[in-house]
């Protein structure tokens, strides 16, 4: 009669199961993949906040301690580095938000 048997449904459904298995197995890997570059990346941008904050912190320093600058360069001075520490804590906050928001969670 030549239809096919139960066995061999059986066969094609295993088949199947193991390539679904196979493909999930891919995407959690990716997904893990994806995790791992988003922690590097926090990382890297803590560093870069802590590291520009030192180095603005040092020059405020250096500017206050200074007895060669006048008290108007120092105020401009001042106020240039309140200027950077604004933008560098904008610029930080930015990238974060960038980093959450990279992979934008579906609801289902």
């Known amino acids: 009669m030549g239809g096919t048997s139960e066995r061999e449904y059986r066969e094609k459904l295993r088949k199947i199961q193991e390539k ?18 988003k922690v590097e990346a926090l990382k890297k941008a803590e560093d870069l906040r802590r590291s520009a904050d030192k180095e603005i912190n040092k020059i405020e320093e250096n500017i206050i301690k200074s007895k060669d600058l006048a008290s108007e360069s120092k105020e401009r001075l ?17 990238v974060r938000r960038q980093i959450a928001e990279s992979i934008v969670p579906v609801v289902a």
């Open 20 to 37: 679904l298995h196979k493909r999930i197995e891919d995407i959690q890997k990716d997904v893990r993949k994806i995790e791992k570059i």
């Open 78 to 94: 001042r106020s240039e580095v309140a200027m950077l520490k604004n933008e560098s804590e904008g610029n930080y906050v930015q």
